[in-house]
Structure formats: structure tokens, C-alpha cells
């Protein structure tokens, strides 16, 4: 299906551990997003990407890893988990022609316990 | 720290009624953005306005930007209980191009 994905749905891990949140989408959009959603904070930027193999830091990325070797994906991990970083995550995507808007995945609920 | 600040925080209507939200920001840009969020989904974009542009239209809703004031307002006339979810504006070159900066949104109830 067209769109962008975020797998999974659902998450928990423990203190200390790594883990990996994946974003998919379909279109071949050059610049794909994180962001984390807090209550309180709206959204902030973890990382983004303006193409495969450039990355660059947002708001906050302390904590994160990014990497982008294909346009379509991109990854974000969570070395060694911490529980501030209990969140809602979300991957967009922007196509780099008109100033669209961002098309946002569904979203990753993680809890670190 | 957040580029968008939006007020209110939070909004309570009935049926029928038109919703105002506001928007201030703290530097330039190149667009701005409103989304819409329903309780535990993703964001829908719903209008971008350019920095050169006054007003927009979009069905029932009408956005205005005030660059000198570094405000922008997100109207929805005749609102409807399915307009009940968060509302986020977003700035887009503040931060350097091709980056969204979020306000914290306004959640908005209409009540039947």
C-alpha cells in the first residue's frame, strides 16, 4: 500500500535496552522525519533527513541514532533506552518539489519500564 | 524551544458554532502549517499559508497570516462534532528550510 508505515504499533522495552523503530514510506520523498510527542510539548524534532546517507540532528536527539542508506526507510534507534524516553514517536516524509505539507506515519506508543 | 505557541490551549464549543485558534511564532519563515490530530493517531495536514500570502481558504476553513505580528489564525466555520481533536500549527524554515517546528496545539471540543 502507498503511504508511509511505522512499525510496530506497540512497544515496551526495558531500561538499558537497544531498540529500533522503523519508518517506511512509498513515494520516494527526499526528506523523511522523527519526531517525539509529550504530553505538554506538542511535537519536537528527534532527527531528519534530506536524502539517503545525509542526517541531521533536530530538537533532541540526545539518546537517538539515525541512519538512512535507502531513500524509502528510516530507522531510528534507541541505544541503551532510558524511561524519559516514554513517548509517542512519529516518522513524516515531504516530497522536495512545492512547499507540501508532511504526510505523518501512524505512530510508535514506546514505554521504557 | 518551540517556535509555535498556540492559544488556546484548549477550546469547548457547540455545534454549529465557529472555532478560532491562534498561532504566534518567534522568527522568520518560510510557511506555516496547521494539523490536526485525532486522539491516538498520526497528524493530518490540513492548510500551509506562505509567508507571502494574508489569508487561505480550504473548504471550512480559513487561515491568516500576520508576519509583521508573527501570528497566524486557523478559523473552522460551522464546526461539527467530528472536528473534536488537537490542533497544531507548525513552522517551516525557522530552524533552516524543510524543518517543521510545532506549538504545542489546542484541543478543540464540539459538543452535539
Known amino acids: 500500500d502507498a503511504g508511509i508505515t511505522q512499525s510496530p504499533r506497540y512497544k515496551i522495552t526495558e531500561t538499558g535496552r537497544q531498540v529500533t523503530l522503523m519508518c517506511h514510506q512509498t513515494?520516494?520523498?527526499?526528506?523523511m522525519f522523527w519526531y517525539r510527542q509529550d504530553l505538554g510539548h506538542g511535537l519536537r524534532l528527534i532527527y531528519y533527513?534530506?536524502?539517503?546517507?545525509?542526517?541531521d540532528k533536530g530538537e533532541v536527539p540526545d539518546g537517538y541514532v539515525v541512519s538512512r542508506s535507502k531513500t524509502e526507510n528510516f530507522p531510528l534507534t534507541l541505544e541503551s533506552a532510558t524511561r524519559s524516553q516514554t513517548s509517542v514517536y512519529f516518522c513524516?516524509?515531504?516530497?522536495?518539489?512545492?512547499?507540501?505539507?508532511?504526510?505523518f506515519g501512524s505512530g510508535t506508543r514506546l514505554t521504557v519500564v | 524551544s518551540q517556535q509555535g505557541e498556540e492559544d488556546p490551549q484548549a477550546l469547548s464549543i457547540q455545534e454549529g458554532e465557529n472555532a478560532t485558534m491562534n498561532c504566534s511564532y518567534k522568527?522568520?519563515?518560510?510557511?506555516l502549517q496547521w494539523y490536526r490530530q485525532n486522539s491516538g493517531r498520526g497528524l493530518v495536514h490540513l492548510i500551509l499559508?506562505?509567508?507571502?500570502?494574508r489569508e487561505k481558504h480550504s473548504g471550512r476553513l480559513r487561515v491568516t497570516l500576520d508576519t509583521s505580528k508573527k501570528s497566524s489564525s486557523l478559523l473552522i466555520t460551522a464546526s461539527r462534532a467530528a472536528d473534536t481533536a488537537s490542533y497544531f500549527c507548525?513552522?517551516?524554515?525557522?530552524?533552516?528550510?524543510?524543518?517543521?517546528?510545532f506549538g504545542a496545539g489546542t484541543r478543540l471540543a464540539v459538543h452535539p
Open positions: 513524516a516524509s515531504k516530497g522536495d518539489t512545492e512547499p507540501y505539507g508532511y504526510t
Open positions: 513515494w520516494s520523498h527526499s526528506y
Open positions: 533527513s534530506a536524502a539517503a546517507d545525509i542526517t
Open positions: 522568527t522568520s519563515i518560510n510557511n
Open positions: 499559508i506562505r509567508s507571502n500570502e
Open positions: 507548525a513552522t517551516d524554515g525557522a530552524g533552516g528550510y524543510n524543518k517543521l517546528i
